[in-house]
């Protein structure tokens, strides 16, 4: 792929995930099939609105079925999934559009993920590439029957096993993945160079209060549950990094908007919240879901799940959410203070999308932080 990013003051190539993978593979084995041609590459519509070509290899090919694949490029993001194939086999079916996982796909064995129990790991955007793209073939065609499309990864069982999947609960194999189609090279010493060039051009314009958010759902939470008409500034992973940053460029007053997916890791500190940091979401919440009152059986539930939503959901049940959630609020505040000096005020709303975007806590009664911050 050539699309670059510049990034710290180098250009690095971005690539394509493991969905548009799928979604190519799964739209050249649909022209082989109902064409009879063997297309050695095909564009593709990405959830970001541009259009992707990949080259396609061809595995096989009669009347009945026909299977495609393409190589994973991960551009310059370094990602144990770079340069593997992923594999799309199309049959004919009576109507719709049935996706399966095949060889090297995982099995979801755990509540809480994007897909339920039993299917395979393919989500739900990758899911609605697939579709789109073969739905598209087949108007363009003017077919009126339906495609069964099995995705497959050679070597994926071999692999998932040196990624969080089995953790996870995704059984036997890789996840099919990707939310945009592109695969963004991020270096991370490059990301926190550009996270603080950000601030830097924020403290220029002598701006002294800032809304931080670790990426895309805090930013639309921002604007649609809390109504902030803003464009926080996204720090990924690197929550302290850009809290450090943000104190030295002479900012006084910030906000954390975080999905608890993010923001439970502050629970114990954690300030950079990547996976290979550490975890700690379920411990954290368990140990607040003991201060709130929970059993030690409730609390072992918590530790077995495998996102913070799932848990969310079991304290719920037990009625215990608001006292968890409380709980939660003070351990991050605490946190959250050691990390600034004084004079500097910090404040965060973390929130979850399901089953609806909802505010879990805060630390300042909900409409009192947003009058300050409207």
């Not at 310059?76 to 992923?86: A, C, S």
């Not at 073939?137 to 999947?165: M, R, Y």
């Not at 709130?292 to 495998?306: D, K, N, Q, Y």
Request: charged content about 25%; some cysteine; overall charge negative.
């Amino acid at each position: 792929m050539d699309e670059k990013r510049l990034v710290n003051k180098k250009l690095l190539r971005c690539g394509y995930t493991t969905g548009s993978c799928a979604s190519a593979a799964a739209k050249a084995a649909a022209l082989a099939l109902l064409t009879g041609e063997t297309p050695s590459s095909v564009s593709i519509s990405t959830p970001m609105g541009k259009a992707l070509t990949l080259d396609t290899l061809l595995i096989a090919h009669d009347k009945d079925f026909a299977k495609f694949a393409v190589r994973k490029d991960s551009g310059d993001d370094p990602d144990i999934t770079n340069g593997i194939l992923v594999c799309a086999e199309l049959r004919r079916a009576d109507e719709g559009i049935a996706i399966f996982g095949g060889e090297g796909v995982g099995t979801v064995t755990k509540p809480g993920l994007d897909r339920p129990v039993g299917d395979a790991a393919i989500n739900t955007v990758p899911r609605r590439m697939i579709e789109s793209e073969l739905t598209t073939v087949l108007d363009l065609l003017g077919e009126n029957g339906g495609l069964s499309v099995t995705v497959s990864i050679p070597d994926g069982a071999e692999l998932a096993k040196k990624t969080f999947n089995p953790r996870l609960g995704i059984e036997g194999g890789l996840s099919v993945l990707g939310t945009s189609g592109i695969v963004e090279p991020m270096s991370e010493r490059a990301l926190i160079d550009s996270i603080r060039l950000e601030l830097s051009q924020l403290a220029a314009r002598h701006e002294t209060s800032l809304i931080l958010t670790p990426g895309n759902y805090g930013e639309d939470f921002c604007r649609g549950a809390l109504g902030l008409d803003t464009h926080p500034v996204k720090c990924s992973n690197f929550i302290g990094d850009t809290i450090d940053a943000a104190v030295e460029l002479g900012f006084k007053r910030l906000l954390l908007v975080g999905h608890i997916g993010k923001l439970s890791k502050l629970g114990i500190g954690l300030m950079n919240t990547h996976s290979k940091n550490g975890d700690g979401r379920m411990e954290t919440l368990a140990a607040c879901a003991l201060e709130a009152g929970a059993s030690a059986a409730l609390s072992r539930e918590i530790l077995t799940c495998v996102s913070a939503d799932a848990a969310l959901e079991k304290l719920f049940s037990a009625k215990l959410l608001e006292n968890t959630m409380s709980a939660l609020s003070e351990r991050i505040k605490y946190y959250l203070n050691l990390r600034v000096p004084e004079g500097v005020d910090i404040d965060f709303v973390c929130f979850t999308n399901s089953p609806s975007p909802m505010v879990l806590c805060s630390s300042a009664e909900i409409n009192s932080l947003l009058k300050d911050w409207s």
